[in-house]
């Protein structure tokens, strides 16, 4: 009986468990080289930008930096004009992406086609549509040239001039690059929705504008989230587009970074600022998963 | 309601075309076409003068030859690096793939500006500042997230049968990998292959911060627009987008058809 037992138990220890453990250690091979590299330059470049951030010139730890970048006027301007810009093409990318997605959802006629026109921008790279912007918002640029002929203005404006408008044009012209990454989304979204709710409240009587309400809203919660934060944080890292369209005027977190480094060489209060904006990405990630839990979104 | 449709269809397309279509006509304007206070919106006349002042001052060769370059090795180890990693993750319980998948979607989602400074320093110090090894190590760290992730997916629709199919006939691993695995994987493979290529080719951060002298395209597009040259400017940009359209085209059939459609299911 004893032995019976011993042996019924020695066959799981000493085989499958050991199979199972080479088998899985042979597939965890693969990833070493990845993780290594990773953790060599990705991990210790971040963990050396907090390291530096939390230290001041004269290598004395603390919030010596982070208290000298906040009493410099350009790294308030940075932050206002970042969240500014976040804001402002969030709003612009979520309404035009969802009414591009609403239309691209029925049938079309050269559907194909019109598709894969609204898609070009999202292929343009980011240097290209500055150039491209340049001369759609410069003062003698094709933007005030359309306005003039239509009889919307008389003198041509200056759109990077005034701090506010240079931040509308940024806005603009990021918009312009990303909402048909949104619209792609958001039209993932809306054809996950079954028809037989649309047709169920059509029998019941309900308007579009009712059906769109109270269907395609809150099912397209989950997609409408996920653009929010993906485009979220992509807009925190602006960098290329105020530095190409308006230039030091124009300090968002990234190219202030970028100046207080290259220009300035001052590490310290450059990693400082990158501090910030890890800090602020990382908040909105968090929000993410509380929001949408971590299996949403990997699926 | 229909006709509206169209009217803001035809707005979105409108917006979504003209900045491209006025970089590519102020490549081939005259001057006087467009640096007058009432530039025109159709071309008038036509001048190949821009293009060939770009094509033969000899500034536009380097750059390309560098981001060629850089884009190509990136391209190429990030499949090296990433397809191990991805077919090791594709056969790990769902739990541990996720764990993982989402610590990579977190390294993607930080801010480059927080990985390039230490960078810059410490490759300043290692000499690999301005060379094409060191701006494709940086590019490497912003690439492989991506590429793993896609390949992830690629791997775990192979079945598990057809390899244990091809082990029972006497393939060993190696073979299995080569004749099996990797030939129902090379779509994935190219396709990730073609983001990677893509990503560098238009990368702009990383690059600002490892370069001085020795320019990518998208530095040197940046340094026309910074001199203010809308021509010689719209000539590079030009050059430098054609490759990526039709790349891009190939891609976004794919990823529309793929990988968006359930990423949020």
Same mark, same amino acid.
């Given at each position: ?94 309404? =035009? ?6 239309? @691209?959802?029925? #049938? ?5 086609? %019109?598709? /894969? !026109?609204? &898609? ?99 099912? =397209? ?6 653009? @929010?934060?993906? #485009? ?5 890292? %602006?960098? /290329? !587009?105020? &530095? ?56 | ?265």
């Amino acid at each position: 009986m004893k032995g019976e037992d011993a042996r019924k138990r020695a066959i799981p220890t000493t085989r499958f468990p050991r199979r199972r453990s080479r088998a899985r250690r042979r597939h965890l091979w693969g990833l070493v080289p990845l993780i290594l590299y990773l953790g060599a330059f990705t991990l210790v470049p971040v963990i050396s930008t907090l390291l530096l951030g939390f230290r001041d010139a004269q290598g004395h730890w603390g919030l010596g930096a982070l208290r000298s970048i906040a009493s410099h006027y350009q790294f308030s301007d940075a932050v206002v004009n970042t969240l500014a810009i976040t804001g402002l093409g969030l709003s612009l990318e979520l309404g =035009l992406g969802l009414m591009a997605a609403v239309i @691209l959802a029925r #049938r079309l006629p050269a559907q194909g086609l %019109i598709r /894969a !026109l609204l &898609l070009i921008p999202l292929g343009v790279p980011t240097i290209v549509s500055a150039s491209a912007m340049r001369s759609v918002f410069g003062t003698v640029g094709y933007l005030n040239e359309v306005l003039y002929r239509l009889g919307v203005i008389a003198l041509p404006i200056d759109w990077t001039g005034d701090r506010w408008l240079a931040l509308v044009t940024v806005a603009v012209a990021d918009a312009w690059k990303v909402t048909p990454l949104v619209m792609l989304i958001l039209l993932a979204g809306l054809q996950a929705i079954p028809r037989e709710l649309y047709e169920a409240a059509q029998t019941d009587g309900a308007g579009p504008w009712h059906q769109f309400l109270r269907i395609t809203l809150p099912l =397209l919660r989950p997609a409408l989230t996920m653009a @929010l934060i993906v #485009r979220g944080i992509d807009a925190f890292r %602006i960098f /290329a !587009l105020p &530095l190409a369209l308006a230039g030091r005027h124009l300090p968002v977190l990234s190219t202030y970074a970028y100046v207080e480094y290259l220009e300035y060489g001052n590490q310290h209060t450059a990693a400082a600022s990158s501090v910030i904006l890890l800090l602020m990405i990382l908040l909105t990630i968090g929000a993410y998963l509380r929001l949408a839990g971590p299996g949403e979104v990997l699926r | 309601m229909k006709g509206l449709r169209w009217i803001v269809l035809a707005a979105l397309l409108l917006c979504a075309t003209s900045p491209l279509y006025l970089l590519v006509k102020v490549s081939v304007s005259p001057p006087a076409e467009v640096m007058t206070p009432h530039p025109s919106l159709i071309p008038h006349a036509v001048t190949w003068r821009h293009w060939q002042r770009i094509l033969s001052s000899g500034q536009i060769t380097a750059p390309l030859r560098k981001s060629l370059v850089v884009a190509s090795s990136v391209a190429i180890l990030a499949l090296g690096l990433a397809a191990p990693a991805a077919y090791s993750l594709a056969q790990l319980p769902v739990r541990w793939r996720y764990g993982i998948l989402l610590g990579l979607f977190l390294c993607r989602m930080l801010p480059e500006v927080s990985i390039a400074l230490p960078v810059a320093v410490v490759f300043v110090r290692w000499g690999l500042q301005d060379t094409a090894l060191g701006l494709m190590l940086a590019h490497l760290t912003m690439v492989l997230p991506v590429v793993a992730w896609v390949l992830t997916t690629t791997f775990s629709t192979i079945p598990r049968d057809v390899e244990e199919a091809a082990a029972l006939d006497g393939c060993g691993t190696w073979r299995t990998l080569t004749r099996i695995v990797l030939p129902l994987a090379l779509p994935g493979l190219a396709v990730s292959g073609l983001l990677a290529w893509l990503f560098s080719w238009e990368e702009f951060i990383l690059a600002t911060y490892l370069t001085l002298e020795a320019k990518t395209m998208p530095l040197q597009v940046y340094y026309y627009l910074y001199q203010g040259n809308w021509f010689v400017t719209a000539v590079a940009a030009t050059l430098m987008t054609l490759p990526v359209l039709g790349l891009s085209a190939f891609l976004q059939r794919y990823l529309q058809e793929t990988n968006l459609a359930g990423a949020v299911r």
